[in-house]
Structure formats: C-alpha cells, structure tokens
C-alpha cells in the first residue's frame, strides 16, 4: 500500500509540474515577443527543463539516500556529462547574453544545431546528471579515486572560471559607442492608413533619425521607453535645442533594435512633420527647407544618454562621432 501511495503522489506531482510548467512556459513565450526580448522564455526553458531532469532522478535519489554508507559525488560524472550539457542546455541564453563575438559564435553555432527543443531535452539531462551523480559508498573513498578528484578540480576551476567572467563581463568588455549617424529623412512609404474603400494612403513623414552602433551592448529589455530600467536616449544641445521643441525628443516616435556578434544597431526616429494628402488627418507641416538645412547641420550637437538598470549613467556628446 505505502508503495501504491508513493506512486501516486510521484506522478501527481509530474502533472503538476507538466500543467503549470507549461502554462507559465506559454506566458512567458508572450510577454517575450510582446517586448521583442527571448532572453526569458530561453531561460525559463532550461530552468525548467533542468527541474523536470531533477525530478525524474529523485526516485533513484531517495533510494541512495535510504543506503547507509557515506555520501560522495561522482565528479568524473559532472565533468564527462554534466558539463557538456550545461553548456548545450544553455546556449541560447549564453548566446544573448555574452557580448565577444568570438563567443556567440560560438554559442550561436551550438544553438542552431540543436534549437529550443534540443536544447530543452538536454537540459533535461543535465538537471538528471546533477542529482543521480550523489552517491552513497560504504567506503570513505570514492569508487573513482585518483580520476573523480580531477574531474572534480576541473569541474570546479570551470565553474569558477565562468562566474568571474560573468559577474566582470561588462568590465572586460565594456559597452562601446563606435558610430553615429544623424539625418533627416522625408518618406511617405514609412506611415499610412486604408480608407474604407481598401485604398492605402501614404502620410509624408519628416522624421529625424538617429542611428549608434555599438560594440559589447547587453541585450536591452525595452529601449526609450520611460518606465524601463534600460533607457538610452537623446538629448539636444545649444543649437539643436534652441530649433526644436524640447518636447520631440521626450520620447522617440520610432525605436530599432539589431544585434549580429558583438555590433548592436539601435536607432530613433523623430517626427517632424507629417501630412496627410487625402487630409482626413490633421496635418502637422514640417519646418521650411532652410530651417531643415539648419536641423539638420545641428543634429549632432546632442548627447546620448546611455543608463543601464543598476549601472552609471554614461553621455556620449555626438560631436565626437561627427564625421566630416
């Protein structure tokens, strides 16, 4: 009976885990494309993957436990499994998060052999191998001996190793602005509405935009957005300041955000002007040729204000990367 029960109670607790695992997995998978960021959804995946691996190795773990004996680890199991697939399982996040794009490379290359679901069932087996590989020995020495310890020592300089790099990382590769480009962009393909009749109506935009490239930028959650922790954004100066509304620069009418190895993109967009030529929108008219002439001649004399959730605030005056 005590057995029955035991079964019972273990399975439960696997639908349990399978139901709302999933359902927070789902939620998670939304929110991420909703804000543009799989950072969370990639780690929630292999958080979770890592429990399901735990918990299909409980069973053999309280069957050990229940041993009389001493209990050791089988290091030598860490290192020839364990780490190979922590690596794997964790991949995708490492491949967001690590800037050197010797790195990514790398990460992304493991990432897209084997996906989010190769990754997930990898992670698995990682999370059974970390707790099928505590032992329990009748002897004080570990079965392995002379090769556990080893294993042990280069399992644990790797970790080590690992959470120095990633507790000093924006250290050893720091967020660098390397170039900037400023102008003004008249389109009428950028914005537009359908009329009832299915005709599309194009508005002629006057936008300023604004592009950084960056080198070793941390993925951003949300970019110029005020009631986000990450916020880069610009801010205008002197001459610029004096030709425009102050109140253009508040928030961006258009943010990108693109990422290939360590180079990120990001770029604003503010708009100006905007006329609707079948006028079933209130018009706001762009500033004359020669007031543009003059924005345009100014839009370097700004700054980027760079803030990282947590971190210093960092400016970046654009003269600096005005290239003549």
Do not use: C
């Not at 969370?40 to 399901?52: A, E, H, Q």
Request: aromatic share 12%.
């Amino acid at each position: 009976m005590k057995r029955i029960i035991t079964y019972v109670l273990y399975i439960t607790g696997l639908l349990l885990l399978v139901f709302y695992g999933n359902a927070y997995q789902e939620k998670m998978r939304i929110i991420s494309s909703q804000e543009s960021n799989f950072i969370p959804i990639l780690l929630v995946n292999s958080i979770y993957s890592i429990i399901f691996g735990i918990y299909i190795a409980l069973p053999n773990f309280i069957q050990t436990i229940s041993k009389t004996g001493k209990v050791h680890i089988n290091w030598l199991k860490i290192f020839l499994i364990g780490v190979p697939t922590f690596i794997i399982s964790a991949s995708g996040v490492l491949f967001y998060y690590l800037r050197p794009v010797e790195l990514t490379s790398i990460y992304y290359w493991i990432f897209s052999r084997f996906s989010t679901a190769g990754t997930s069932l990898i992670a698995v087996v990682f999370g059974y191998t970390l707790l099928s590989s505590i032992v329990k020995e009748e002897k004080d020495e570990s079965m392995y001996g002379r090769k556990n310890n080893i294993a042990k020592i280069i399992t644990l300089s790797i970790l080590a190793i690992f959470l120095i790099y990633i507790s000093f990382i924006g250290i050893i590769h720091p967020p660098k602005l390397v170039n900037v480009n400023a102008t003004i962009v008249t389109d009428d393909q950028t914005q537009g509405y359908t009329m009832e009749d299915g005709t599309e109506v194009g508005l002629v935009m006057t936008e300023i935009i604004y592009t950084f490239e960056f080198e070793n930028l941390p993925t951003i959650r949300r970019i110029g957005e005020p009631n986000s922790g990450n916020i880069i954004r610009v801010e205008p100066k002197d001459s610029l300041e004096k030709l425009l509304e102050d109140v253009i620069f508040d928030r961006p009418d258009g943010a990108g955000f693109s990422s290939s190895g360590n180079i990120t993109e990001v770029s604003f967009n503010y708009t100006i002007g905007s006329i609707d030529p079948r006028g079933n929108h209130p018009n706001k008219y762009p500033p004359s040729q020669e007031m543009l002439n003059k924005i345009r001649d100014s839009l370097y004399d700004a700054e980027l204000v760079f803030e990282l959730e947590g971190k210093k605030t960092k400016r970046y005056n654009l003269v600096d990367y005005k290239n003549e």
